[in-house]
């Protein structure tokens, strides 16, 4: 039934640790790895939550490729970014040039475009998909 609901909403959010969060929001990685896909192939705009907890192997992983992030530096709790979710597959030999560097070989790929930055809001994250609060949709919408 949470996903029947889910699939008919225009904006939904998704918690990502920082320092992904970071890379997300900036539009340098532009695919996000999951192990489930979204309801029903929702497709639709998606706000970036920043997460509180820090996953340090992306501060390891970003200066490999090149974007050094410092830990103090990384938003924590708050809504960053709107981007469009464009597709989701698996990895393969279809997969975009997005997915270079970026994607896991035993993830869905979240393929993002457009992503722009949305005035910071701080708030509550959540597992799996969820509906933004009012406030963070309105931003989303007019982004």
Known sequence: MAA?????????????????????????????????????????????????????????????????????????GEYLAVADLADVHRPGPDCVADCAGWGEADCFHWVLSGTRRITSVEGRGRQKLFVPPPDVRELALAA
Do not use: C, M
Request: charged share 25%.
């Open 4 to 76: 029947l609901l889910l699939a008919d909403q225009p904006v939904l959010a998704l918690t990502v640790r920082p320092p992904w969060s970071q890379f997300l929001a900036a539009g340098i990685k532009r695919v996000e790895n999951r192990t489930w896909e979204p309801p029903r192939g929702w497709r639709g705009r998606l706000v970036i939550h920043a997460g509180v907890r820090l996953d340090y192997r992306g501060f390891w992983f970003g200066a490999r490729l090149g974007y050094r992030v410092d830990e103090d530096e990384v938003a924590r």
